[in-house]
Nanobody
Framework: QVQLVESGGGLVQAGGSLRLSCAAS????????MGWFRQAPGKEREFVAT????????DYADSVKGRFSISRGDTQNTVSLQMNSLKLEDTAVYYC??????????????????WGRGMQVTVSS
């Protein structure tokens, strides 16, 4: 069984920064395509960012493009999301997702096999 362990969430003022991290543990594969999704209160879960197994391909939701940056960690089993210039509307529970079955998983949550438990990111005014 693969577990995704997320860290780095919390409370930040508007305009500030946070760095989210996610690591796969347990029965792990050599590498994963990974992504971040988020869900705000009363809204559906939405795509935030994704990165391919090698890190060569990335994609971002329009709402975060230019402010957020996704990157691989020191191993193929980790991913980070650097969030800058945070806005009130970035407040949500953020989820890490991963798959070993695809080189690049994209925006579709159905392409991911493993999900973290989620962590709260709150942006205050």
């Amino acid at each position: 069984q693969v577990q995704l362990v997320e860290s780095g969430g919390g409370l930040v003022q508007a305009g500030g920064s946070l760095r989210l991290s996610c690591a796969a543990s347990g029965r792990t594969f050599s590498s994963y395509a990974m992504g971040w999704f988020r869900q705000a209160p009363g809204k559906e879960r939405e795509f935030v960012a994704t990165i391919s197994k090698s890190g060569a391909s990335t994609d971002y939701a329009d709402s975060v493009k230019g402010r957020f940056s996704i990157s691989r960690g020191d191993t193929q089993n980790t991913v980070s999301l650097q969030m800058n210039s945070l806005k009130l509307e970035d407040t949500a529970v953020y989820y890490c997702a991963a798959t070993s079955q695809r080189y690049y998983a994209g925006r579709d949550p159905g392409n991911y096999d493993y999900w973290g438990r989620g962590m709260q990111v709150t942006v205050s005014s």
